[in-house]
């Protein structure tokens, strides 16, 4: 068995994972990241492309902003459509100045790739049998396989970036973790183009058909949505089938100037809210989707994640820099303060959009839900006051501080 050590293990290597390797690095803290997958399959994930102030300013604080600030676009704003209505919510007039930037997922991953794979800072791809040990103990290790030979990898703290399906939550014993979940009875058909954006905000678009998104990852690539039934696949949606219903449903003017093409990519995702609480244990803290799922409807997956990363490398680097272990138990708290408060925002944003048919989950008949939320969204797009409570969820509340 071959024998590692480090500071930090950090297991998942996507965005969070990555991200908080590269920070910790500009700090001199060693880390080493496992990752089950090969770094093809990890690009390959198609998702999230709009970008809060803080996860920004992290991309920038680890030195890996070049592209990003080259190719991102900055957004003061995006639309919300209810039949033939649109209301734009200016966040930058609304916020005092803040907006957010349009960078694609896929973007940053390779970004901090790249600047992983030039510092010589070691990830292990392709790893398999991955289990978490100790975690109670001032000693943790991870074990994996590789090549057909085994590792171990000995550390001070594990960082579980893993995602909603890997070994770190599950590590967790069940009868000290308590997971809030709420499934959502539609999914959202998305179709990738080498197409112009049919705007240059995001429009998000109420219809009596159902929810649909406009959205871009650049000038030249744009990304839609669909909200589906679950029971639908994507074979079941031919890219003609797919332009056609969007055109439906987004507003008639703009439907004019789509522009179509051949998708790059289509899937479905279906949607819910998930939170595990605690996000630590001992040694162990959870990252991203391994603690918590967000429907994409608030544009706060992949921000939440950022947060969570924001927040665990404030703590290690003041632990290793003052010396100061008594900071680590502040981890799940702060984080969770942010993560409820991301959830109840997608969460509320994904009752107005969307179509809940006869059932809604919320002990209402349909009809009687959707009457409400109708009135719901009204009252906030109706006044300065209430899309400025839009306008500042969405550009994301301020990291909290370290006690």
Known sequence: MKIIKTKIAIVGGGPSGLLLG??????????????????????????????????VDLVREAGVATNMDAAGGVHNGFEISVGDRRVRIDLKALTGGKTVMCYGQVEITKDLMDARSASGLETYYESSQ?????LKTDSPFVLFEQGGEQFRLECDYI????????????????????????????????????????SHELIYCKTE????????????RSRYYLQ????????????????????????????????TGPSIEKSIAPLRSFICEPMQYGSLFLVGDAAHIVPPTGAKGLNLAASDVATL???????YKQEDKACIHQYSEIALRRVWNGERFSWWM????????????EGLDGDTFMRFMESELNYYLS??????????????????DLA
């Open 22 to 55: 590269q920070l910790l690095s500009k700090q001199g803290i060693s880390n080493v990241i496992v990752e089950r997958v090969a770094g093809d399959y990890v690009l390959g994930r198609i998702r999230a492309g709009i970008l809060e102030q803080g996860f």
């Open 313 to 319: 490398y404030k703590i290690i680097t003041r632990v």
């Open 383 to 400: 006044s300065e006051y209430g899309r400025g409570i839009i306008a500042e969820q969405y550009v994301g509340l301020p990291y909290e």
């Open 130 to 134: 991955v289990s978490l040990h100790d």
């Open 228 to 259: 589906v039934p679950l029971t639908d696949t994507v074979e079941d949606w031919s890219d003609e089938a797919f332009w056609d219903e969007l055109k439906k449903r987004l507003p008639e003017d703009i439907a004019l100037n789509l522009v």
């Open 159 to 198: 960082a579980g970036c893993d995602g909603f399906h890997g070994v770190s939550r599950k590590t967790i014993p069940l009868e000290l973790r308590t997971e809030h979940e709420r499934v959502y009875p539609f999914g959202w058909l998305g179709l990738l183009s080498d197409t112009p954006p049919v």
């Open 350 to 361: 994904s009752n107005m959009l969307h179509n809940f048919g006869e059932t809604n989950g």
């Open 209 to 220: 058909r159902g929810f649909a998104l406009a959205s871009m990852r650049s000038e030249t």
